[in-house]
């Protein structure tokens, strides 16, 4: 877990999703585990820009929550005003 933002997955998603997540972060903080999952890389979560990609493509399992501040979820319609 990061230490200024939390990212967490918190449903499946099949493995084309799971794969257009990791795709989609302009930092690398997602990545797929051998069985083709999506995970977070823990030491990457600090590098997220807060862009809400990976909010947009599984809102249903991807959750990004500021631990600073107004510590209130990233959401899509968020990103899509940034």
Do not use: H, N
Not at 17 to 38: E, K, M, N, T, Y
Not at 40 to 66: M, N, W
């Amino acid at each position: 877990m990061g230490r200024f933002v939390e990212v967490t997955i918190a449903g499946s998603l099949d493995r084309e999703a799971a794969a257009a997540v990791a795709r989609a972060c302009p930092v690398d903080i997602f990545a797929l585990d051998a069985s083709g999952a999506l995970v977070s890389v823990p030491e990457r979560e600090d590098e997220c820009i807060l862009c809400g990609r990976c909010v947009t493509l599984a809102p249903q399992a991807v959750s990004i929550r500021r631990r600073y501040g107004a510590e209130r979820p990233v959401a899509a319609a968020e990103a899509a005003d940034a």
